[in-house]
């Protein structure tokens, strides 16, 4: 009676040898259980970042997302479409906004004047962020971010790098390596 199930005088139910052949084992179910336990660990990576987003710079303010640690305190005054994202582990962090440009004077006056080379440097932002522009993952091609109208300066305090677009009134921040704890 291959292939049957029954039960024993216990009442615990048995499965025949043909059909223990096809299933796996316990084994078999422990590698599985690892390797999914693996994959959603390493998917869970960067799981102390915290974003956040704001039409307006006033409603980023009233949130308290103007402050050490997240967004620069001086951004021009009629920022809007603010996206902002840290590690709270870390304290890396990264942003986004779009300027008027008549406040053009106002960004330029937290940066460093000088224009810096992004060619060898690197910006390590977390997969989850979904709005980071895919020019600026990763290591950075100054030459090609150059081409699309983009240049990199330091802010004055030397803890973030601005990549700017100056026609189109957008810029992007993020901490540098080594700018971290």
Known sequence: MAGRTGADRRGVTTVFAPYQAR???????????????SIIG?????ADVVTGSYATLDEARAAGAIAPGR?????????????????????RRWGLFSFPPNQRDQLLSELDPLEISLTGQ????????????LLLRGSLDDEGIRTTGIR???SKSGDLIFA?????GRAYYWTPPGNSR
């Not at 299933?23 to 336990?37: E, M, N, V």
């Not at 390590?124 to 980071?132: A, C, K, L, S, T």
């Open 122 to 133: 690197t910006c390590d932002v977390p997969g989850r962020i979904e709005w980071w522009p």
């Open 42 to 46: 390493v998917g869970c990576g960067n």
């Open 164 to 168: 700017v677009n100056w026609n189109q």
């Open 23 to 37: 299933c796996p084992g316990r084994s078999g179910l422990a590698i599985g259980l690892a390797f999914a336990f």
């Open 152 to 154: 990199a300066y330091k």
């Open 71 to 91: 967004m620069p305190d001086q951004l021009p005054s009629g920022s809007r479409d603010l996206r902002e994202a840290r590690d709270l582990d870390t304290q």
